[in-house]
């Protein structure tokens, strides 16, 4: 299987995944048991950035059975990561010889069995890997007790896979409450499944289990004897392997048999079978021998005995052999301590000969696991004659699932890397060329898409620069009656950093675009410059840490439209927050490789209505739903408008107490303003407004210590509606004309897959019609935080201090009357030794100021706003050195 390709499953399986950051520090004092088990320096390794474990882990003390493992950390800078454990099937074979030697693990063996190299495409470069020889008589695996050898079978194997994360997870237990997947290949079909229902059904009633157990996946995976027997046979039929008669003989012979333990008819057939196929490797049908062994073929239906390996050297298991056998390289990995009177060997000729209990079918298991909600993810190297995908399509059909996603090509650097089905509890991904047992088969990220996303790709934007990510823009229809669309820009995260959590982004007004804002002044990934036509890269731009998705919302901003017109006169929160949820449930559908993935919202200024009025939406709905497709885990919103008593008030004091206004103002202020909307206030209050702009100058509201652009005279009337943004970048006020000329350039548009209706109005950066007649707008949005924070969800508050708009007092008054418990007391953040500001953690929300910056954050300080932003991905307080 191709090692890229491998590796990019493992991308997608992980990235519709959350990472528990609530378990995920990295240790930096080991316990004693972790220190002994740490590997200072494999013999003749390269160096590493990365901690590695390996040892004994005891799961019957009676018996003296002790299974070893070995466990690779995904790099510092990395983490926190799930916690993926590898198993390899057989039955009798190594996880150490194939998955960490051959496959996925951090090193290859040289041939002369005693140097390693780096592995390009690893999976600890997106996941801690934990490898694990199983069952006891496999690898440096012992029991004390001879007969155990003799008498293993799936129901001991499973049992004791499981005593060994439960005790396995004491030893290490920073890594509690991570997101923890299986993973496997060939009989490991019966492994991961078996020991997947353990865990399972163990952490039911359990409200927050310490084996944090998210879902697992398979590959070339035994899994229904029946299916498995038909679609191999059909396979070797269809590729030419095999004659008719001995085609109809096996079908005749086999079929309703285990194929753990065949008849003597069926093994017969099998024999004719293999001298037909002739001098071939039956685990990957187009690659080289490496001395295939006479009894290869009869094996190959337990599943995983690997003759072949890497398709460049198909001896590499020989390596193996020889490496593992070194007594310098047992001594560095903690290996044989009993001494074990027999070499270490890729596969036991004694385990695998003697398997007992071998259920006939995992599909009853599936059904209970699917019906579960857990993240089951299934693929097939297409070159495998071995566990063929004719014999996994099979078995996925037997399942009766409904279709989400039709058959599609997925693409990996522009060439299809297979295909793909993706459905209701089961995603089913085949790997072009690939071979059995080459799990790096799983790994990078899918450039290849359904028909719509591949109409969405933007190639390249008028005078952009070079990038290694990826960029999607269109429409999404959420009203087909009125015509109402609303338009998005997509722009993921390096392939590198895959998987990435999903971020949707929304700036306020209302009426502003954040194609104006967010994307192009303040976190997107380009910055536009003063000849309205290049771009330059944005150092802090978010998506180095997440994929950003920016939506110009209600219809009538930006690129967005409605063909009813009376749309653009009557918006109003209600809708904007029914559109935007209708948005997300058709885009998904579009997207679908982003179904399950971590998924948060952000947004400032009056998205402080938007914000949680679509989280909460997107909360209910998720309600009774086992495992949503739309995996929401919170928000953070940005100088937000909240409460109109506590921004009014909060507001009317910051003028104040920033020496802004006088003492005469400030009481009318009081007396006029309050208990009114501060969407809709009286005339009487907009008398004092005007007397507050007077006496503020010609300062920038939005920040009241940088330069102007030419503020107009209405700016600050209209900054009790929250984001009306006339100051940008704090190097230059005017960027927001840069991208007026930018957007308006035909060719951009183009580029853009915008304005394709040809709207008759230019692009602009906020709607004066969508501003002037905005409806409903409720005075409060702390009913919706008390009950998001009753649920649980992630929720960060954040205040640039030197905004007037809706300034950090307003903030703090809102946050004030939630009345929450205080965790952590208020205190000062670092950035680089330098105060960044100030923080406090409540129990269900956490607040945080950044020190000078405005109304836009990022901005004015835009490292500071990416440190903020990836503490908030990994749920962390904001640094306190």
């Known amino acids: 299987m191709a090692a890229s390709s491998f590796y990019t499953i493992l991308v997608l399986f992980v990235a519709v995944h959350g990472l528990a950051a609530a378990a995920a520090a990295v240790i930096t004092t080991l316990p004693p048991q972790q220190k002994l088990d740490q590997i200072d320096r494999l013999p003749g390794q390269p160096s590493v950035e990365f901690n590695q474990y390996s040892g004994y882990v005891t799961v019957d003390a009676n018996a003296g059975r002790a299974l070893f493992y070995w466990l690779v950390e995904a790099p510092a800078a990395l983490q926190p990561a799930p916690l993926v454990l590898w198993l390899n099937g057989g039955p009798g074979c190594s996880s150490i010889a194939y998955g960490a030697s051959e496959e996925l693990g951090p090193f290859h063996i040289h041939p002369d069995g005693r140097t390693l190299y780096l592995n390009t495409y690893a999976w600890n470069k997106v996941a801690n890997v934990?490898?694990?020889?199983?069952?006891?008589?496999?690898?440096?695996?012992?029991?004390?007790?001879?007969?155990?050898?003799?008498?293993?079978g799936d129901q001991r194997t499973a049992v004791d896979a499981y005593t060994f994360l439960v005790?396995?997870?004491?030893?290490?237990?920073?890594?509690?409450?991570?997101?923890?997947?299986?993973?496997?290949?060939?009989?490991?079909?019966?492994?991961?499944?078996?020991?997947?229902?353990?865990?399972?059904?163990?952490?039911?009633?359990?409200?927050?289990?310490?084996?944090?157990?998210?879902?697992?996946?398979v590959g070339n995976a035994v899994t229904d004897d029946d299916n498995d027997f038909l679609g191999t046979f059909e396979y070797w039929w269809t590729h030419g392997l095999i004659s008719d008669a001995t085609y109809n003989g096996l079908k005749a012979a086999c079929l309703s048999q285990s194929s753990e333990h065949p008849s003597a008819d069926?093994?017969?057939?099998?024999?004719?079978?293999?001298?037909?196929?002739?001098?071939?490797?039956?685990?990957?049908?187009?690659?080289?021998t490496c001395n295939i062994s006479s009894s290869s073929l009869k094996r190959k239906l337990r599943g995983h005995y690997p003759w072949m390996s890497r398709a460049y050297d198909p001896c590499t298991d020989r390596y193996a052999q020889v490496y593992y056998n070194h007594p310098e390289v047992q001594r560095a990995l903690h290996a044989n301590v009993t001494g074990l009177n027999y070499p270490w060997e890729d596969c036991s000729d004694i385990v695998g000969p003697y398997w007992g209990d071998s259920p006939r079918s995992m599909l009853p298991i599936y059904k209970e696991l699917i019906a579960?909600?857990?993240?089951?993810?299934?693929?097939?190297?297409?070159?495998?004659?071995?566990?063929?995908?004719?014999?996994?399509?099979?078995?996925?059909?037997?399942?009766?699932?409904?279709?989400?996603?039709?058959?599609?090509?997925?693409?990996?650097?522009?060439?299809?890397?297979?295909?793909?089905?993706?459905?209701?509890?089961?995603?089913?991904?085949?790997?072009?060329?690939?071979?059995?047992?080459?799990?790096?088969?799983?790994?990078a990220v899918i450039t290849a898409l359904p028909p719509q996303?591949?109409?969405d790709q933007i190639d390249r934007l008028p005078g952009q620069p070079s990038v290694e990510f990826n960029?999607?823009?269109?429409?999404?229809?959420?009203?087909?009656?009125?015509?109402?669309?609303?338009?998005?820009?997509?722009?993921?995260?390096?392939?590198?950093?895959?998987?990435?959590?999903?971020?949707?982004?929304?700036?306020?007004?209302?009426?502003?675009?954040?194609?104006?804002?967010?994307?192009?002044?303040?976190?997107?990934?380009?910055?536009?410059?003063?000849?309205?036509?290049?771009?330059?890269?944005?150092?802090?731009?978010?998506?180095?840490?997440?994929?950003?998705?920016?939506?110009?919302?209600?219809?009538?901003?930006?690129?967005?439209?409605?063909?009813?017109?009376?749309?653009?006169?009557?918006?109003?929160?209600?809708?904007?927050?029914?559109?935007?949820?209708?948005?997300?449930?058709?885009?998904?559908?579009?997207?679908?490789?982003?179904?399950?993935?971590?998924?948060?919202?952000?947004?400032?200024?009056?998205?402080?209505?938007?914000?949680?009025?679509?989280?909460?939406?997107?909360?209910?709905?998720?309600?009774?739903?086992?495992?949503?497709?739309?995996?929401?885990?919170?928000?953070?919103?940005?100088?937000?408008?909240?409460?109109?008593?506590?921004?009014?008030?909060?507001?009317?004091?910051?003028?104040?107490?920033?020496?802004?206004?006088?003492?005469?103002?400030?009481?009318?202020?009081?007396?006029?303003?309050?208990?009114?909307?501060?969407?809709?206030?009286?005339?009487?209050?907009?008398?004092p407004v005007d007397a507050a702009g007077k006496e503020?100058?010609?300062?920038?509201?939005?920040?009241?210590?940088?330069?102007?652009?030419?503020?107009?005279?209405?700016?600050?009337?209209?900054?009790?509606?929250?984001?009306?943004?006339?100051?940008?970048?704090?190097?230059?006020?005017?960027?927001?004309?840069?991208?007026?000329?930018?957007?308006?350039h035909p060719e951009v548009q183009r580029a853009l897959n915008a304005n394709v209706t040809g709207l008759n109005y230019p692009w602009e950066d906020c709607s004066d019609i969508i501003a002037q007649n905005w409806g409903d707008s409720p005075k409060s949005m702390l009913p919706i935080y008390k009950e998001l924070i009753a649920a649980g969800l992630r929720i960060w508050i954040f205040s640039g201090d030197a905004d007037s708009v809706v300034p950090l007092t307003a903030t703090?008054?809102?946050?004030?009357?939630?009345?929450?418990?205080?965790?952590?007391?208020?205190?000062?953040?670092?950035?680089?030794?330098?105060?960044?500001?100030?923080?406090?953690?409540?129990?269900?929300?956490?607040?945080?100021t950044i020190r000078g910056a405005g109304h836009e954050v990022p901005i004015l300080k835009p490292r500071q706003a990416l440190i903020l932003f990836r503490h908030f991905l990994k749920n962390k307080p904001m640094p306190s050195v």
């Open 130 to 152: 934990l490898f694990l020889e199983s069952p006891a008589g496999v690898g440096f695996s012992y029991s004390n007790t001879t007969s155990d050898l003799y008498t293993a």
């Open 167 to 217: 005790n396995w997870f004491e030893r290490f237990p920073q890594y509690k409450f991570r997101d923890f997947y299986i993973a496997g290949e060939s009989y490991a079909g019966h492994y991961v499944p078996q020991l997947s229902q353990i865990v399972y059904r163990k952490n039911q009633g359990v409200q927050s289990p310490s084996i944090n157990f998210k879902g697992f996946m």
């Open 266 to 288: 069926c093994l017969k057939l099998q024999d004719a079978a293999e001298e037909e196929m002739g001098d071939i490797d039956p685990y990957s049908i187009y690659t080289p």
């Open 372 to 443: 579960g909600g857990l993240r089951i993810w299934v693929f097939s190297g297409d070159t495998d004659s071995v566990v063929p995908l004719t014999a996994t399509r099979y078995s996925i059909n037997a399942l009766n699932l409904t279709t989400l996603t039709d058959w599609y090509p997925w693409y990996d650097h522009g060439n299809v890397g297979g295909w793909s089905q993706v459905y209701k509890g089961l995603t089913y991904v085949t790997i072009r060329g690939a071979v059995s047992g080459l799990a790096a088969a799983a790994a």
């Open 453 to 455: 996303q591949k109409l």
């Open 471 to 687: 960029q999607y823009s269109g429409y999404v229809t959420v009203d087909a009656n009125a015509g109402r669309a609303l338009f998005y820009w997509f722009v993921e995260a390096p392939a590198a950093l895959q998987p990435a959590p999903l971020v949707l982004w929304l700036t306020g007004g209302p009426g502003c675009s954040s194609i104006a804002y967010g994307a192009s002044e303040e976190l997107g990934p380009f910055q536009i410059q003063p000849d309205g036509r290049t771009l330059n890269l944005n150092p802090y731009s978010w998506n180095k840490v997440a994929n950003i998705l920016f939506l110009e919302s209600p219809a009538g901003v930006g690129f967005s439209y409605s063909n009813t017109t009376s749309d653009l006169y009557t918006a109003g929160d209600q809708r904007t927050a029914v559109d935007a949820y209708t948005f997300l449930v058709n885009w998904f559908e579009r997207f679908p490789q982003y179904k399950f993935r971590d998924f948060y919202m952000t947004g400032e200024s009056y998205a402080g209505h938007y914000v949680p009025q679509l989280s909460q939406i997107v909360y209910r709905k998720n309600q009774g739903v086992q495992s949503p497709s739309i995996n929401f885990k919170g928000f953070m919103v940005g100088n937000a408008v909240t409460d109109d008593d506590n921004d009014l008030f909060g507001t009317f004091e910051h003028w104040w107490t920033h020496g802004l206004i006088s003492d005469k103002t400030y009481k009318a202020l009081k007396a006029a303003c309050q208990s009114q909307s501060s969407q809709h206030p009286s005339a009487a209050c907009l008398t």
């Open 696 to 744: 503020m100058g010609d300062i920038d509201p939005y920040s009241i210590y940088t330069p102007t652009c030419n503020i107009s005279s209405s700016s600050l009337k209209r900054k009790l509606r929250g984001h009306y943004p006339w100051m940008s970048r704090a190097y230059d006020p005017c960027t927001y004309r840069y991208a007026q000329v930018y957007y308006n």
């Open 812 to 848: 703090r008054y809102s946050i004030n009357a939630l009345n929450l418990t205080t965790l952590t007391d208020w205190y000062p953040w670092y950035d680089h030794g330098n105060v960044g500001g100030w923080s406090q953690v409540y129990k269900g929300l956490n607040y945080v």
